[in-house]
């Protein structure tokens, strides 16, 4: 069983950061592709960064340049998000992801709100 908890949203203004943790546990976690994916109003929930195993990182590219995706070296369970310069349009529910397989694991999801 994979449990994952998503910690880190809030309310920032245009240009500020924010930095989102997920803590994940079950066994295969430490093994699995984790990464973060968004829904922003009316819009369907897209990739936004992921990061495997070996450290291979992808990134949407709306986020390029602006968002840094991490891993915990010591455990492998655990990923960060570090967003920087943030967008009203990066409003959005965030969702801390595992992908096992042919499964994916969700968390419950924070909310990013980008706001003057």
């Known amino acids: 069983q994979v449990h994952l908890v998503e910690s880190g949203g809030g309310l920032v203004q245009p240009g500020g950061s924010l930095r989102l943790v997920c803590a994940a546990s079950?066994?295969?976690?430490?093994?699995?592709?984790m990464g973060w994916y968004r829904r922003g109003p009316d819009q369907q929930r897209e990739l936004v960064a992921t990061?495997?195993?070996?450290?291979?990182?992808?990134y949407a590219d709306s986020v390029k340049g602006r968002f840094t995706i991490s891993r915990d070296s010591a455990q492998n369970t655990m990923i960060y998000l570090q967003m920087d310069s943030l967008k009203p349009e990066d409003t959005a529910v965030y969702y801390c992801?595992?992908?096992?397989?042919?499964?994916?694991?969700w968390g419950q999801g924070t909310q990013v709100t980008v706001s003057s």
């Open positions: 079950g066994e295969i976690v430490r093994l699995a592709p």
């Open positions: 990061i495997t195993y070996g450290g291979g990182i992808q």
């Open positions: 992801n595992v992908r096992w397989g042919k499964y994916d694991y």
